[in-house]
């Protein structure tokens, strides 16, 4: 991607609009009957397909294994939070509350990549520390950090909503440590893997490590449940664009940005979802889900000031 820095930024807004929609789509998929496992063992099929028919077609990419097996364990890790871990934490999320509770509580991923950084930064010197951004302690981090805590006290604990909606938020809180985990090392493996094989085994582990949760995750479907023009268009929007171009297109934009500055672009991502889940689920916030949202946007908006 070597173009200038403002089209690398207009890219990533794109990525994240698209991120912001999959949502939406995660959610019509479960309301049509598929489980959390299952959306996303499909979904990665296909992007695990398509991005070896992009290996192919590069000499440098076809290899099948890393060249240290101490970075055959880091796409392991990765595998797991920006893969199975990750979307199964989201998945199950919005199966239990409201799709724009877990699009703004995944947004506080910004705000944990930053915190992790900064800590990662002064208790490490290998070459991960060195490939991320220098994060200091700084009174907006501090500031942000303080309003997003309170913003995500406000969305868990809103008395409006019954009981099982804690678990809907706590996971999706989840889903956004996972992101921040992938956020701080997979800069530095595409940096010297390329973005095509590391996408690749990013979408291989993840497949892998998804296969434990399937016996009771991914259910029973019956096949008329694929018939359906909704269930497989949302499928290969989530497996082809969602995860395939735009996860191959995020994994360049953070060795381009930084992992701190590309990630910080996760705050715009409830703006779409909010806007598509109340066009197409028909969704409201109550006022203290409301309010909450703000402060989540304020603190993550705040911190990244700190830039």
């Not at 789509?25 to 990665?44: D, E, N």
């Not at 099929?45 to 070896?52: E, L, N, S, T, V």
């Not at 994060?135 to 019954?162: E, K, Q, Y």
């Amino acid at each position: 991607m070597g173009r200038p820095k403002f089209f690398v930024h207009l890219v990533a807004l794109a990525v994240v609009a698209v991120w912001g929609v999959t949502f939406i789509s995660t959610k019509v998929l479960i309301l049509a009957g598929l489980k959390p496992a299952g959306i996303f063992l499909i979904r990665f099929a296909i992007a695990y397909a398509g991005i070896w028919a992009l290996s192919l077609r590069r000499r440098d990419s076809r290899r099948l294994w890393s060249r240290r097996w101490q970075d055959e364990a880091m796409f392991v890790l990765l595998g797991l939070t920006g893969g199975s871990f990750y979307f199964l934490a989201e998945n199950t999320a919005l199966a239990h509350t409201q799709t724009c509770n877990v699009a703004f509580l995944v947004c506080s991923a910004p705000l944990l990549t930053a915190l992790l950084s900064l800590a990662y930064r002064r208790l490490r010197r290998d070459r991960f520390a060195a490939a991320m951004q220098d994060v200091r302690n700084s009174l907006p981090l501090f500031a942000g950090t303080l309003l997003a805590l309170g913003g995500m006290a406000l969305m868990l604990f809103d008395g409006a909503r019954v009981q099982v909606s804690l678990r809907g938020d706590l996971l999706a809180l989840a889903a956004a440590l996972c992101w921040a985990v992938y956020s701080l090392f997979m800069g530095r493996m595409t940096q010297e893997y390329g973005a095509v094989f590391a996408t690749r085994k990013v979408f291989a582990y993840g497949l892998l490590t998804i296969l434990p949760f399937l016996p009771g995750g991914a259910g029973r479907i019956e096949p008329a449940v694929f018939a359906q023009p909704q269930v497989w268009g949302n499928l290969l929007f989530l497996g082809l664009v969602a995860s395939l171009a735009c996860f191959a297109l995020w994994n360049r934009i953070m060795v381009r940005l930084g992992n701190v500055t590309a990630t910080n672009y996760v705050y715009l991502t409830p703006v779409f979802s909010l806007a598509a889940g109340m066009a197409v689920l028909g969704e409201r916030l109550t006022l203290a889900g409301g309010i909450g949202s703000a402060l989540i946007l304020l603190g993550v908006i705040l911190a990244g000031r700190r830039l």
